[in-house]
Nanobody
Framework: QVQLVESGGGLVQAGGSLRLSCAAS????????MGWFRQAPGKEREFVATINWSGTSTYYADSLKGRFTISRDNAKNTVYLQMNSLKPEDTAVYYCAAKYYSGPYYYTGERNYDYWGQGTQVTVSS
């Protein structure tokens, strides 16, 4: 079992940056594909980005390419989401998710993931 704890959310002005972190418990973090999702008020949760077990392969929602970067440090059991050029429409609760999988495929559906964090609020003011 994996427990995930997100941090790094907050209030930022449009055009600013934030880096979210997700710390995972357990000794098999490198066996997990990791993902970030977000849920804006009144909307369904949506895929943001995913990274494979080794950190060598990433995949992003088309609308976020170029502004968001996912990365991981397996030695620290942590996955990150660097968010640049933030817009008010990026305001959402951001969730970290883990899937016990170390193969070559990408997973963008929330039902594919086995474990979830509690979320961290990101608010972008205009």
């Amino acid at each position: 079992q994996v427990q995930l704890v997100e941090s790094g959310g907050g209030l930022v002005q449009a055009g600013g940056s934030l880096r979210l972190s997700c710390a995972a418990s357990g000794r098999t973090f490198s066996s997990y594909t990791m993902g970030w999702f977000r849920q804006a008020p009144g909307k369904e949760r949506e895929f943001v980005a995913t990274i494979n077990w080794s950190g060598t392969s990433t995949y992003y929602a088309d609308s976020l390419k170029g502004r968001f970067t996912i990365s991981r440090d397996n030695a620290k059991n942590t996955v990150y989401l660097q968010m640049n050029s933030l817009k008010p429409e990026d305001t959402a609760v951001y969730y970290c998710a883990a899937k016990y999988y170390s193969g070559p495929y990408y997973y963008t559906g929330e039902r594919n993931y086995d474990y979830w964090g509690q979320g961290t609020q990101v608010t972008v003011s205009s």
